[in-house]
C-alpha cells in the first residue's frame, strides 16, 4: 500500500501551532513511509471561509519546508465531483431530498430537548420519495442506517464504536446548493486515495458519519488517527478564531523554523526522553504508534530553549543568513556595520531569539544619541573624562586593529591612570553602546571599527563636557 495522507485545513483563521502539528504528523508520516502528502483546502463554508487564511496557510506551510506532493486542491473547484457524487447517491437511493423547513426543525429540535431526548433529524422525508422540488427549498440528506455500529480502529485511541441509532440523516447537500463538510471529505479521501487521516479529535464525531458514506459507496475506509488537543499555557483549548497565534508571527518574532517543527513534534508525540530532532531524525522515526492519548500544553519556555539550541548549532553560515534577513527586515542597514557572520559568532549564545539577537545590536548599524541615564549618572563623570582621552589617543595610533590589541589598550589604560580595568571596560561599554550591557568591549570596538569607534568616543568626551 503507498501511504498517502493529507492536511485539510478548512481557511476560516490562522494558521496556528495545533493546525502545523496535525500537518507536521501527517507530512512526517507519508515522509517515512516514502509516501504523498496532498494539501486539501476545505472552502465550502463560503461565509467563513478567507483569502487571508489561506495565505496564512499556504506561507506558513512554506515557512516551516512543509512541502506538499499534490495540491493545493480547493474543495470549490470540485463542485461537480461532488454534484455527480450526490445524484449517483440519489439514483441508488442512498441520498434523499428533504423539504422541511427550517421553523420545522427547530420546533422539533426544542421538542426533543424539552424531552429530554438527543436533538437529531426524525426522518420525516426519508421514505416520501421527493422528486420534484419546483420552486420549493431543500437539502439532501444521506440515508444513514437504521441500526448496526460503525466500528474503526483510531491509531491513536484503539477501537471506537458509535450505534447508528445515534446518528441522524446528515445533510450533505445544503438548500444554497453547496455540499457540506462530511460530504466532501469523503469525496475528496477517495478521489485522492488517502490511506491515513491524521487530524484533530474534534472530527472524532465526524469519523462514523463519514464512514458510513464512504460504506455506501462501497469503497476502501481509510486508517485513522485522532490527535489529542493542545491547550494553552492558562489551559484553555486552544483555537484559531480565539488565542492561537498565527504561525507566521513567531517567524517575526525571530524564531527559526527547525525550532519550531522540533517543538511542535514533541507536542504529544516522544522518543524516549530525546528532544532534539532535526528533520531527517524526524522523518526516520515518526511513527502513529508513539503518539500519546492525552492532551498537550504548550509551553513558550521550552520554544524559547529549543530555538536558543538552533541558533547555536545549526550552521554558522546558515543561522547569519536567516539574522541577515531579519535584519533587513526590522529596516537594519547592513552594509553600515560588521559581516553578519561575525555578530552570530560574538551573539548567539546570548540570545534566544533573532528578534532579541536584532534588537541587541543597532549601535553596530546605526549611531545614536541617547544614553542610558543611570548608566551616565554613575560612569560619564569628569573624572572617566581621562579614560576616553586615552583610548582616543592609544586607538588612533593603534598599528593592528584586533581584539587582542584593543584589550592590551584597556588594560593599560587601567594600569597607567590607576582606574579599575571595570571602570574603563563601562565607560567604553556606554560610549559605544549606549547602556552598560554588551559581550566583552574590546569585542565589540574591534567590530565597530576604528573609525567609528574614534568618532563615538569624541562624541561621549563632548557629551561629558556637556553635563
Ligand atoms: N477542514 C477540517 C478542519 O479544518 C479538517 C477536516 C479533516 O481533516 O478531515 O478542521
Redesign the pocket.
Known amino acids: 500500500m503507498k501511504v498517502k495522507t493529507r492536511f485539510?485545513?478548512?481557511p476560516t483563521g490562522n494558521l496556528h501551532i495545533g493546525?502545523i502539528r496535525?500537518a507536521l504528523y501527517s507530512w512526517l508520516f507519508a515522509r517515512h513511509h516514502s509516501g504523498k502528502f496532498v494539501l486539501r483546502i476545505?472552502d465550502t463554508d463560503l461565509s467563513r471561509s478567507q483569502a487571508i487564511s489561506i495565505n496564512s496557510i499556504i506561507n506558513g506551510l512554506k515557512w516551516l519546508g512543509l512541502n506538499w506532493d499534490e495540491g493545493p486542491y480547493f474543495q470549490t473547484q470540485r463542485l461537480n465531483r461532488y454534484k455527480q457524487v450526490i445524484n449517483s447517491m440519489l439514483e441508488k437511493k442512498d441520498a434523499y431530498i428533504c423539504i422541511c423547513s427550517s421553523q420545522e426543525l427547530e420546533q422539533i429540535r426544542l421538542k426533543q430537548i424539552r424531552e429530554g431526548h438527543k436533538p437529531r433529524y426524525p426522518g420525516t422525508c426519508r421514505n416520501l420519495k421527493i422528486k420534484n422540488t419546483s420552486n420549493q427549498k431543500y437539502v439532501i440528506r444521506f440515508k444513514n442506517p437504521l441500526s448496526g455500529k460503525v466500528v474503526f480502529q483510531d491509531k491513536i485511541r484503539g477501537e471506537i464504536i458509535f450505534d447508528n441509532a445515534e446518528l441522524d440523516d446528515l445533510v450533505i447537500q445544503r438548500s444554497n446548493g453547496m455540499p457540506t463538510?462530511n460530504f466532501c471529505?469523503v469525496v475528496d479521501d477517495l478521489d485522492m486515495e488517502i490511506t491515513h487521516?491524521i487530524?484533530?479529535e474534534?472530527?472524532i464525531n465526524?469519523t462514523p458519519r463519514q464512514i458510513n458514506i464512504l460504506n455506501s459507496l462501497g469503497v476502501k475506509i481509510p486508517i485513522y488517527a485522532h490527535l489529542s488537543m493542545i491547550l494553552d499555557e492558562e489551559g484553555h483549548k486552544i483555537s484559531k478564531r480565539k488565542n492561537a497565534l498565527n504561525v507566521i508571527e513567531y517567524s517575526k518574532n525571530g524564531f527559526l523554523p527547525e525550532a519550531l517543527l522540533n517543538y511542535v513534534i514533541r507536542l504529544g508525540w516522544s522518543y524516549g526522553d530525546k528532544e532534539i530532532f532535526n528533520i531527517s531524525e524526524m522523518q526516520e522515526l515518526f511513527n502513529l504508534k508513539s503518539i500519546s492519548k492525552s492532551s498537550s500544553t504548550i509551553n513558550i519556555k521550552k520554544l524559547l530553549w529549543m530555538n536558543k539550541y538552533y541558533i547555536n548549532n545549526l550552521p554558522l553560515n546558515y543561522v547569519s543568513n536567516l539574522l541577515q534577513d531579519y535584519m533587513t527586515n526590522q529596516k537594519i542597514d547592513i552594509k553600515n556595520g560588521p559581516d553578519v557572520e561575525s555578530l552570530v559568532k560574538l551573539l548567539r549564545n546570548r540570545y534566544s531569539t533573532l528578534k532579541e539577537i536584532t534588537e541587541s545590536c543597532r549601535y553596530f548599524y546605526e549611531e545614536f544619541d541617547f544614553f542610558n541615564k543611570k548608566a551616565v549618572e554613575k560612569y560619564f563623570t569628569k573624572k572617566n573624562s581621562s579614560i576616553l582621552e586615552e583610548s582616543y589617543k592609544r586607538m588612533k595610533k593603534l598599528s593592528i586593529w584586533n581584539d587582542y590589541n584593543i584589550s592590551t589598550i584597556i588594560n593599560d589604560i587601567s594600569l597607567d591612570i590607576k582606574v579599575k580595568t571595570k571602570e574603563v571596560n563601562m565607560v567604553l561599554r556606554i560610549s559605544m553602546t549606549g547602556d552598560i550591557y554588551s559581550p566583552s568591549i574590546s569585542s565589540i570596538i574591534n567590530l565597530i571599527g576604528r573609525e567609528k569607534t574614534l568618532l563615538r568616543i569624541k562624541k561621549s568626551i563632548n557629551y561629558i563636557k556637556n553635563i
Open positions: 485539510a485545513p478548512s493546525s496535525t476545505e463538510y471529505v487521516v487530524r484533530g474534534d472530527h465526524n
